[in-house]
């Protein structure tokens, strides 16, 4: 999530708005759990992320918060494919977001602009936790990120 936006719920009912990235508009601050992935396929821009070798930020949060058995793919999509529901649906809009797939085990964190680690852990804890609040999210994330050693905390509670 960007969490420059914490203004903002979580919402659930617009889902099918992330299934197709490339056409439909998304909303400022949502986080989309989702049984299926739809729309992905190989005409899409989006990276499989390998799970053997721990050599980026990706790599290394999915190993530190145990979901190195998940597909993480990262798909940057355009600002006007963002709407912010407080500015009365104005496209244009920085996002971070992941749509998840608990059943596949698949995750697609789709961003307007180029990922920081901060956003990594962020949607990984989403992944990780999906029950948990997104200021629970925010703060674990800030811990986290500024040392990582916190992750033993983290798998204790």
């Not at 990235?21 to 601050?29: D, E």
């Not at 990262?74 to 500015?87: A, F, N, R, S």
């Amino acid at each position: 999530m960007n969490r420059k936006n914490t203004g903002f719920s979580k919402k659930t009912t617009a889902t099918s708005q992330l299934q197709n990235p490339q056409t439909a508009p998304t909303t400022v601050g949502e986080y989309y759990p989702k049984s299926k992935v739809n729309g992905l396929s190989s005409n899409n821009t989006c990276s499989k992320i390998s799970v053997r070798k721990v050599s980026n930020p990706l790599e290394k949060w999915q190993s530190l918060l145990g979901i190195h058995h998940w597909i993480i793919l990262c798909e940057p999509i355009d600002e006007m494919q963002v709407l912010d529901d407080l500015k009365g649906d104005m496209p244009g809009h920085e996002f971070v977001g992941i749509e998840i797939d608990f059943t596949n085990r698949v995750g697609v964190i789709y961003h307007t602009r180029p990922l920081q680690e901060d956003d990594i852990v962020h949607e990984l804890l989403h992944v990780r936790f999906p029950d948990w609040s997104e200021q629970k999210v925010d703060y674990w994330t800030n811990l986290l990120v500024d040392q990582p050693d916190n992750v033993l905390k983290l798998n204790a509670d």
